[in-house]
């Protein structure tokens, strides 16, 4: 069975329309018919289709109309031309405008079925090659960063300049804010760029497991130690060594790797011997370290040890200009992975993602798009595909307290019958009496 | 596997060759273990024909013999002798519209080759027989297949047609017992 596409035939003549999609039909596409440029033009913007068969001879818009609107509107979309009156002049600007083919009805069977082969072999090499691109997209260093915002463009500039020396840096900033793709991206820029970056999440490991990953240990250095295990330390040997959530590990720990900081040495758990450690240090935090120092659960000389540079990463809501480029950036992304042309979101849509607070940041931006484009069942992103964020919202901004969320409660209902206590009450399920003696007990009155 | 109940018809449309409708028949019996039978003849079908093209068009002809369907009859499909179009190809050997009740089959190109040659009788009757059982295909919802060793592939021209074996490949064939099943 050959690859289904999606396929819209665009003609003035019902019969034209139906013998063609009887045939696609039979070919296994999915196909749609309109019969009016602007009738096709409404239809593009639901559903991306991969190829249109567009007469020429249509009353209102022509065929060469709507090929320049569809080729400048949806540029990879391919078009097929087919005409009854065809002319050298109507076939050259066809093709100068971007249709693929230029057919002439009636045409033989079989040279429909070979064009037809050498647009479904396009649309597989174009999906290839869009699928490496963005492979290569990822892969390229240093630009897997999205930011126009100023605050961003400074950590942009900073990043060269830090990334020359073997200094220490910190890295602070909220949860979800891309600390980590910070990190990397200063290992790309290194001389240590080609040696290996190692990333461990130090509030995901409980100590004894830390210390194991970190230094290794020796057979038999304790049970279950059945043979030699390199640690990350020696892994990492030549390249950088990425601690994220360094707030959250032990200060037996933070001595020990002070330790391995200023001596540069360190030795496998349950062995003697040294050995030589090479490492770039690159540490994240979303904690306030100064704070954790004067409640003396940080320790002050491991903290300058690894604040030799300090960056801190603004939060998403710092940088609102960067959203739409964000989104655009996991549209195609998720567009690609879920193998779903959703291409476009709607100012709607973009508003809400903008008026958003993102507690968790870009990660949670990211789940947020990801989720959507699962979800959506067309090719743009309305607002009721993110409805669920203002919910959240909501739920975020509501009370926690037991006193606090009826008094938010019985404001509400009063509101919502515009201040009718009886009704209130009748809604509320309770006695007029009992409502009148809450209201006084919170303070709540009209005039409030 | 035994017959299966349902009926196709074959349906002789006009003046045909007498051996042609029963050749049908008698392969769709043979290969897809189907009923078949020989329906009555229909006139000939001189409402189809485009006096611009002197053509028949089968979009007409599958109208025409959808009204005729029989009570007993689960599909029909007609032979013709005229040269058939459809408004986007010059000719085509049959039409069928996927899932639809009719399938219409004209010998007048298959007994054709290049200007000035023959063909012999026995030619005629396998290509009719290999483009019905084709249309029937698409008349139980086979969409065409990318093996061109199966009956479902597009043959465009008489090369290609004569080329195709009469067999479906092993997915169609699982896709035809699914159908006939469902039926």
């Not at chain 1, 596409?5 to 196909?31: C, F, N, P, T």
């Not at chain 1, 391995?260 to 540490?283: C, H, M, P, Y």
């Not at chain 1, 789940?367 to 309305?382: Q, Y």
């Not at chain 2, 689960?74 to 039409?95: C, N, R």
Request: with cysteine; charged share 25%.
């Amino acid at each position: 069975m050959n690859n289904s596409m999606q396929i819209m035939i665009v003609d003035d003549e019902m019969i034209v329309r139906e013998s063609l999609y009887h045939w696609l039909a039979k070919e296994g596409h999915s196909v749609a018919t309109a019969a009016s440029g602007p009738e096709a033009l409404e239809r593009l913007k639901e559903i991306p289709f991969d190829l249109l068969f567009i007469d020429i001879k249509m009353p209102g818009m022509n065929g060469l109309e709507l090929l320049e609107q569809v080729k400048k509107a949806y540029p990879e979309t391919i078009v097929i031309i087919i005409t009854a009156y065809g002319s050298i002049e109507s076939a050259v600007q066809a093709m100068k405008t971007g249709a693929s083919e230029y057919l002439l009805k009636p045409f033989k069977p079989e040279y429909l079925s070979l064009v037809m082969e050498k647009v479904e072999q396009q649309c597989r090499l174009e999906s290839e090659f869009r699928y490496v691109k963005g492979r290569l997209e990822k892969m390229t260093r240093f630009e897997n960063i999205i930011g126009q915002a100023t605050c961003m463009e400074a950590i942009f500039d900073m990043i060269p300049e830090i990334a020359q020396s073997d200094a220490s840096i910190l890295l602070t900033g909220e949860t979800g804010t891309g600390k980590e793709l910070v990190a990397k991206a200063i290992h790309a820029k290194s001389r240590r760029a080609d040696c290996p970056f190692i990333a461990l999440n130090c509030g995901a490991l409980p100590d004894p497991l830390l210390e194991g990953e970190l230094f290794g240990h020796q057979k038999g250095a304790f049970t279950g130690a059945v043979q030699n295990r390199k640690g990350y330390l020696e892994i990492v040997s030549g390249g950088t060594l990425f601690l994220d959530e360094v707030g959250e590990i032990s200060p037996k720990m933070q001595v020990d790797l002070l330790r391995v900081l200023e001596a540069k040495t360190f030795t496998r758990i349950g062995s003697s011997q040294g050995v030589a450690a090479d490492f770039r240090l690159i540490t994240a935090t979303h904690k306030d370290l100064t704070q954790a120092i004067a409640l003396g659960d940080f320790r002050e000389d491991f903290f300058y040890r690894i604040n030799v540079i300090h960056l801190k990463i603004p939060p998403l809501r710092s940088r609102k200009e960067d959203i739409a480029l964000l989104v655009e950036h996991f549209l195609a992304k998720f567009s690609q992975e879920t193998a779903k042309k959703v291409d476009h979101v709607s100012d709607d849509a973009l508003a809400i993602l903008c008026a958003y607070n993102w507690p968790g940041n870009v990660r949670e931006l990211q789940n947020a798009i990801e989720r959507a484009v699962v979800l959506c069942k067309g090719r743009s992103l309305g607002r009721c595909d993110f409805a669920f964020l203002q919910a959240h919202a909501d739920s975020m901004s509501s009370p926690r307290s037991l006193r606090k969320m009826e008094k938010h409660h019985i404001e509400k209902m009063l509101a919502e019958c515009r201040w009718n206590v009886s009704r209130a009450a009748q809604a509320m399920q309770i006695n007029r009496s009992t409502l009148y003696k809450k209201m006084r007990r919170h303070g709540i009155s009209r005039n409030h | 596997m035994g017959i299966e109940e349902g009926v196709i018809a074959v349906i002789p449309i006009g003046s045909v060759v007498e051996m042609a409708p029963k050749v049908v028949a008698a392969h769709i019996t043979s290969l897809l273990k189907i009923n078949a039978r020989v329906a009555a003849p229909l006139a000939h079908p001189q409402y189809a024909l485009d006096r611009r093209r002197l053509q028949y068009d089968a979009a007409l002809i599958l109208k025409a013999m959808e009204k005729c369907l029989a009570p007993g009859d689960e599909k029909a499909i007609g032979v013709v002798a005229v040269d058939l179009f459809v408004p986007i190809f010059s000719f085509v050997f049959g039409e069928a519209h996927l899932g639809g009740s009719c399938a219409v089959v004209s010998t007048w190109r298959l007994e054709r080759n290049q200007p000035g040659l023959t063909v012999s009788p026995a030619l005629v009757l396998e290509r009719t027989a290999k483009v019905a059982l084709h249309e029937l295909g698409h008349l139980y919802r086979l969409p065409h297949c990318s093996d061109p060793g199966c009956l479902m592939h597009f043959a465009g021209d008489l090369d290609h047609l004569d080329r195709t074996p009469l067999f479906f490949c092993r997915y169609c064939n699982a896709f035809w017992q699914n159908q006939l099943w469902r039926y």
